[in-house]
Every structure is written in structure tokens, then in C-alpha cells.
């Protein structure tokens, strides 16, 4: 989409220049474009009213209408005029969230035009908590449409500058409200059925909202994060920086709480290196490949100290540090995310080394985003990286994510090399597209887990051997007992013989279309292997549990057949294509 300047410049208003923020308001109402504070991130907004105001945001933005926007009101008795029904469900989100991060999407009103909501039938509603927000949104005398303030494709903005250097000279003001509180944009929740589906994680968490909405965490009918989009702007990639972005994670059961000026002690001094050491020879490594490299590193201060006791210069001058806060703070990573992404990509670094978080609280907002900026870029991601990815992303504003899963009794053997076979031919076809859209990207992520499986075992060693003899590592494999998350959160589900994957359907019905056994698979492709005599066969692989090694390189071998049959049609199924 073509942007045009309509400024010389854009206002930049305080947010104490009370006739500043009157004019800006009063433009908005009439049609002009004008950015404004949230605690989340900056918004772009326009009367939400006026179709043609709101054409005005794409066209600053610089991406096509058919994204749905957040509509922002400052008091809750407007909701009523904007939606048509507040369920249950909706009310209890209302009570409990707002005004703060959160967005409620309700079945829309007539008042509301419909490129607000890309042609919809539904409407998100914020109110922010901000005090500036809502001093605005009261002097706009209207509610207000509004994206995060970033130009398509970059990083939402967290301070008013992002906003200048995005939109500078296409809209007409910016309010300046400061940094955002949190950083990450709002929660997104759908709540026109019974029960609550959360779109796009943030600050405002799943345990808290099953918690207000009285559903128990963990059932199947409770607060899902992998219901099928219902926003049509999954499209769009965003947050992505021009340089490569790799996660480090933050080492399983390191814990670092440190009170300032506290003298370490031994145990703390080696919790603190193991955050460090992935960093250190990540960027050692990334520097003996390309000795020209530029590294930004997005981390806690913890970790700056510790590459800098290590006085080695030539390392140190390859690297740009940006320093969140401390290392185990995921409220501070969240908050400076997008600023740090922003800034190391203006210094001009190759790639960014960023924090990674584990858990289900803002770790979840988080990662999501910072996932997004790691998108694959090409190759050079290890098959250990991509499995770290496998939870299904809502990228509402983002390239299309899609997942395979693979099933089998323990996932300690036939389950987890399907996965690692796929996920290989995976890797070496891509990148992908959507089929009916080429412009659109796709991700592919696979996984595996077992019906009777526990978490966190190790791959069968004879499994790992066989495999190994014909190219593919399992030895990192970690089982997942499956279970209805994990069927949630992926789009085809294949399981390795007929009655396993009855046995899902009895206990969840509702994956009726979406889970197959591998013969039913093929068979319903057409694929029917038959023997010599025409006969036909009927394709289970063995469990070849208790077998010895040369059952298991046999089953291996077939699998890795059948794997490489089945791809294309699985492709198909997803809806993508090689681009
Ligand atoms: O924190 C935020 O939500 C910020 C501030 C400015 O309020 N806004 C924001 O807007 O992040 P935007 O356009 O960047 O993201 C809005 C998200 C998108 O993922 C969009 O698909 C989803 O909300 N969304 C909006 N209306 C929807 C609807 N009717 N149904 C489903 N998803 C919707
Ligand atoms: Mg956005």
C-alpha cells in the first residue's frame, strides 16, 4: 500500500499542553489521524464512527483494511451503543479487567462501520487505564479506532519517538505520554460464546481470566489459546526487526533472586554463569563464523557483568548490550522489548540475542512476541530450536502458524521420530506461503506426545540409534503426555495406529475432521499400498517396543517412507505451499 505525506511534520504534544491535547482531540473527531499513549503500546487512532477517518489509519500504517481494530472508549457505559450483545462472559471480563490491558471482542453493533472491524460481525473494546488515554479518548467526544502505532511491519511502539519515526509527516498529531507501562500489547479475548478464548496473550493472563470467568483451568471447555483465528489479520508479520533474532533460554531450574548490594554467594555466582554461558558462546560462535558480525544482546544486567569480567575485548566490541533490567524479570523484558528490538536494530546489528522466559503468567505475552520477532529467517535453525517453537502462536497480526502432531502410546519412540522426520523435510522445503494468498507467509511447527506418555522422558535410546543411522536426533526429545492442550493447539493431528487415534476421537469428539491414523491418512488420499498379488495391505507400523535394534532400524526406515509420502498431502491439508 502506497503511504502519502500529508504534513510537513507531525505535532508532537505533551501531555500536560492541555490546548494541545484539545486540538489534537478535536481533529481526531473530525477526521484526522492522531497517535496517543496506552499501558500497553501507542495507539493510531481515528474516530471510530467514520469509515473514512478509520481508511486513514491504513493508509498511515501502510497495510491493507482488512486487519480488525481495537475500538477505545474511556468510560464502560459507551460499550452498550457499540456492541449488540454482552454475554455473560463479556460482562464478567468488564467487571473484572476494565478499564486495563485487556480487549473484549463482542458481537458488534450497527453504529460501528465495517472497516473498523474488516468486515466482521464482531468488535474488540478496550478502555485503557492510562491517565492520559483517557483524559484523550474523554476530549475526543467519540469512541476511537486504533491499531498499535507501529508502520506495518515493525515493532509496536513503546515511547512517542517510535511513533515519529514510524508515522512522521502522515498523521496528524502524536500525543507523548511517555514509555508504556507494560509494553506488550493488551490481551486480546473472545467473548461472544460461552466460554472465553484468549486470541493474543498479555499482561492480563489466562489464570486470571479463567479465575473471573469461574472456569476451571485446564478443561477442555476452558479458556482456550488455540481455537482457530477468528481475525482474518493473521496475516501480517509484525514486530519483526531487520536483524536476525534468536532466543536464549533461560536455564531450567535457575533461580536468581537477588536483593541489591547483596554480597553473592557461591550458588548465586554459578546460577548467574549459567544464564550468561548460553549468550557468551552463542556469540562466540556467531563471531568465528562471520568475524564481521554485530551482535545486539537483549538480556538482564546479570548477564552485561558477566561478559564484561570476562575482559575480553574483541568479543566485547562486537556487542551492543540492552539491558532490560534483571535477568529473572520478565515484567521489565516485557516492558522494553519492543524499545530494545527498536534500538539495537538502529545501531545495526546482524542479530539480536534476546531473553527467553518459561512460564504461563506475562511469559506467555512475552515469548509469543518475541517469537514473532525470532521468526525463521532461511535456514541455520537447529532442529532443537524449532522444537522450542511448537506452541501454536496467534498471530492475528502475523504470518499464518500452523502444526502437525503425532501420536503414539508413550512418545518415547514411533511418535517422536515421526515428528523429527517431518520436522527435517520440514526444515529443507522452506519457506512457505499460503496457498490461496502467495504474499503471506506460513509457519510450520510439528510435534509429538503420547496417549499413556509422562512429561519429560527420554526418547527409547534404541529409537536414537536407529535414527541416527539414518540422519535424524532425537536425543533432545522430551516426551509430552498428549492431552486436550496439546491437541488444541495443533491443526492436523496423525496418529501412528488406527485405535490410538480412536481412542482420541472417543475421548474428544470435536477433533472429528482433524485427527487421522496413518493409514486412515493415506487411505483417504487414495494411497492404498498393495502387495504383489494386488492385495490390499494394511499399513500399521509396529510398536517396536522391546524389539531389538534391528526392528528398530527397520521401523525407522519405514516410518521415514511413509513420512515422506505423507508430506505433500499434509502440506495440501495445511493450506501452504513451498514459496
Ligand atoms: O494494546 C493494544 O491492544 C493496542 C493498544 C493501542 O490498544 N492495540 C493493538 O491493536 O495492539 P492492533 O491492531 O495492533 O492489534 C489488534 C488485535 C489484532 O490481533 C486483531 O486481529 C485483534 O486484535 N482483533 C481486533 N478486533 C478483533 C475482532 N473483532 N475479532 C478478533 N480479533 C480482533
Ligand atoms: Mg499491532
Redesign the pocket.
Known sequence: MDRIKKYDHTKLIKNNDKEGLKDAAEHLNKGEVVA?P????????ANALDAEAVDKIFEAKGRPGD??????IDNKGQIADLVSEITPIAQKLIDAFMPG?I?V?MK?SDKIPSN???G?????I?M?INRV?NEFISLCKCPVA?????LSGSP?PTRASHVMNDMNGYIYAIVDGGESD?G?????V?ATGETPVV??P?AITKAQIEEACLLKAGEHTSVSGNEA??????KYR?YAPSADVEIIDFPKGVDIKIKKDEELTEEQQRALFEIAKPYIMRAKEALASDPFKRIGIFCGKEVKDLFEMLKDNILLSHIEFFIYGKASDVYSASHCLFDGLRTLDDQKVDLILAAGFEGDGMEEAYMNRLRKAAGKKGEGVSSESFSRKREKL????NVATLSVLFVCKNNRALSAAAESIFRKLLVAEEPYCLSDDRKVGAEVYSESAGIYAMDGENADSKMISALKGIGYDISFHKTTKAGASVYDRNDIIIAMRDEQAVEILKAFPDLEGRVFSMASYLASKGLVMKDDKGRVISLSIPDPEGENESTYAHTAKALEAWIKIMFPYLLKDLGIMRT
Open positions: 496517543f496506552t499501558e500497553t503500546v501507542y495507539g493510531l487512532g486487519n480488525p481494530l481495537i475500538v477505545h490491558p480487549t471482542i458488534k473498523v472491524t474488516a466482521l460481525d464482531t468488535v474488540g478496550r485503557p488515554a486504533a491499531p498499535s502505532a507501529n509496536s507494560f506488550l500489547e493488551s490481551t486480546v473472545d486470541l493474543r498479555g483465528p477468528k481475525a482474518p489479520g493473521m509484525h496467534y498471530d492475528h497480526d
